[in-house]
C-alpha cells in the first residue's frame, strides 16, 4: 500500500500524459457519430465524491474526464463539476452529435444553458417539485403532472428552471416503483424513457466495476482526493486497454475461449481481463490495440434469461400528448 500511495502521488503521473491520448487514439472512429454520454456521481467511504462523464459504448460505459473531491454528499454544484464536463468535450472526435443523460441530481440551469451553448442534447431526470411552466402558461410542479399507474404524459415546450425551454415526459410503470419524469431537449415520446434507461445500464456496472466486480477500489486505503483522482485515472487506461482487447477477442470468433456458458455472456471489459491474465501467465505480448468501432456492439447479458426480460416490450395503457 505504501508504493501504491507514493506512486498515485507522483505529480509526473497525469490524465494529460497517459490517459487522454489512449483515450483519443481509441476513440478515432468516433468522428462525425452519435454518441451517449453520463453524467454521474458515486460515494467513496461517505467522505470523498467521485464524479465522471462516461461514454455509452456496448451496454457498459467508460470514462471521458473525471475528478475526485473531499465531499460529503452525492450531490454537487455545477461550478464543481463544470471543468469535468469541460474535459470530456475535449476529448470527443470533432463533430460528434452527443446526448447527455444525468440523474435529478444533475437538475440545473447552468448545466441546460451550458448543454444548449455546445448544441448537444439532454435528458435529465426531473424532481417532483421542480416549477414547471407549461405551454397554456399554467405553472405546475412535476408531481402534479405525474400519471397514474401504466400511464404516461408527454409535455411539449415548457419552460424550468427560469428560462431553460425544454420537454417533459413522465411515466408510472409499476415495474419501476416510482413514476418518471425526465426533461429533454428534444421533442417527447416513449422512446425518451428507452434513452434515459440507457443511463442505468452505462453507468451503474462501471461504478460496480471500480468497487467490486474488478478492482475493489475501497481497499486501497487511500484517503486523499488528488491521489484517488491519479488513482481512477490509472484504472480508466486499464478498463480502456482491457475493453480493446476484449473487443478484438470478440471480432476474432474466440469469446468461448474465456466465456464458456452458454446461458451468460461476459463483458467486454471482464472477457479482456480475463484475456490479459492468461496472456500474462503465458508470457505472450499483448495484440496490437486498434481504435474501438464507433457503432456500439450489442449488449453483453448475465443470461438467456435476463436478455428476454430487457427485451420485453413495455406497453401504456394510455398516453397522453400535451403540445398546444
Excluded at 452529435?97 to 448543454?115: I, K, M, P, Q, S
Amino acid at each position: 500500500m505504501e508504493r501504491l500511495s507514493y506512486f498515485v502521488r507522483n505529480t509526473e503521473i497525469t490524465a494529460e500524459r497517459f490517459y487522454r491520448p489512449l483515450l483519443r487514439q481509441a476513440l478515432q472512429a468516433f468522428q462525425g457519430t452519435a454518441v451517449t454520454l453520463t453524467l454521474d456521481t458515486s460515494m467513496l467511504w461517505n467522505q470523498f465524491c467521485l464524479i465522471e462523464v462516461c461514454l455509452v459504448w456496448g451496454g457498459r460505459s467508460f470514462t471521458l474526464a473525471q475528478q475526485v473531491i473531499k465531499h460529503g454528499s452525492a450531490t454537487v454544484s455545477f461550478d464543481t463539476y463544470r471543468r469535468v464536463l469541460a474535459e470530456a468535450k475535449a476529448v470527443l472526435p470533432p463533430q460528434c452529435v452527443v446526448t447527455l443523460l444525468a440523474d435529478r441530481g444533475f437538475e440545473h440551469g447552468e448545466l441546460c444553458r451550458c448543454l444548449q451553448q455546445w448544441q448537444w442534447n439532454w435528458a435529465i431526470r426531473a424532481k417532483t417539485d421542480l416549477n414547471v411552466t407549461l405551454l397554456s402558461g399554467q405553472k405546475r410542479h412535476v408531481e402534479e403532472l405525474l400519471p397514474s399507474p401504466s400511464q404516461a404524459k408527454l409535455f411539449h415546450q415548457v419552460t424550468v428552471l427560469g428560462d431553460v425551454q425544454c420537454h417533459l415526459a413522465t411515466a408510472h410503470l409499476p415495474l419501476a416503483g416510482e413514476p418518471w419524469a425526465v426533461l429533454s431537449s428534444q421533442p417527447p415520446s416513449l422512446q425518451t424513457f428507452a434513452l434515459y434507461g440507457q443511463r442505468f445500464g452505462g453507468i451503474e456496472p462501471h461504478f460496480k466495476d471500480y468497487k467490486s466486480a474488478a478492482f475493489h477500489v475501497l481497499a486501497s486505503g487511500l484517503r486523499d482526493a488528488q491521489a484517488l483522482t491519479c488513482l481512477f485515472m490509472l484504472l480508466d487506461s486499464a478498463i480502456l486497454i482491457a475493453l480493446i482487447v476484449g473487443m478484438l477477442l470478440v471480432q476474432a470468433n474466440q469469446r468461448s475461449q474465456l466465456d464458456w456458458h452458454s446461458q451468460r455472456g461476459l463483458s467486454f471489459l471482464q472477457l479482456g481481463l480475463r484475456d490479459i491474465a492468461r496472456r500474462c501467465y503465458e508470457r505472450m505480448a499483448l495484440p496490437l490495440l486498434t481504435a474501438l468501432p464507433g457503432k456500439s456492439p450489442p449488449n453483453a447479458c448475465a443470461s438467456r434469461r435476463k436478455q428476454t426480460q430487457l427485451d420485453c416490450r413495455f406497453e401504456f395503457e394510455k398516453v397522453t400528448v400535451f403540445s398546444t
